[in-house]
């Protein structure tokens, strides 16, 4: 199993919610040593940086979920500022391109300190499915992460935000040092809401995934603990 420092899953829940007071009681019933968490557009932009600080002050590594995607100076500035914040992960869409990735990675690197975030692209959203992106004029999901992942790695991100359908393809290609960060985990049983290409969160590691971003799964099970717990035993047998 992949982990860093103290935390002993890979599992990264997802806090979407749309109040502080609900993320940060969600956390209090979680436990930073099994879990990280997530902070996305809905509770960053009714809460702020102040539910980041919160949630860092209770020993959470935090992965900032605002996928920037602009032009090259106001996308590395935005994440010079997640940087500041010390979060531990921040993302951009792939598809802002070379030049945008760059500046990012320059941004950091000059900034450079042990407190850079890790900087990963988003290649195709996990709500997409075939017909979607055919209808955007778009290539095959597969061909479509592949090329964005690679031009990822080129510009210098960390790794990629994909599906774990598509995980072992790119370990295969971009090498085991390259993160691969998959949402659209869904153990068996569970409802897939909007997610498109899903994956069980054992099939997901047996792919080749690093980190798993789970969310309605944990959050809106009847004890969130016990499901992420659950979720954890699966990575072990
Ligand atoms: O970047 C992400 O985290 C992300 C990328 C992606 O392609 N798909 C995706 O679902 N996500 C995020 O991952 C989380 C998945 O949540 P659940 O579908 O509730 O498990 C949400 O917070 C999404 O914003």
Known sequence: MICEGLVKSPVIV???YDTPQKALAMA???DPQLCRVKVGKELFTSAGPQVVEKLQSKGFDVFLDLKFHDIPNTTSKAVAAAAQLGVWMVNVHASGGRRMMEACRNILDQHGSDRSPLLIAVTVLTSM???DLEELGLPRSDQLVMKLASLARESGMDG????????????QALGSSFSLVTPGIRPAEAASDDQRRIVTPAQAMANGSDYLVIGRPITQ?????VALQ????????
């Open 230 to 237: 659950n979720i954890i035993t699966t990575l072990q047998s």
């Open 160 to 171: 990629v935000v994909c599906s774990a359908q598509e995980s072992k393809m790119l370990k």
């Open 221 to 225: 099970a009847a004890d969130p603990i």
């Open 28 to 30: 209090d019933r979680l």
């Open 14 to 16: 997802a806090l979407d």
């Open 129 to 131: 499915e075939q017909t």
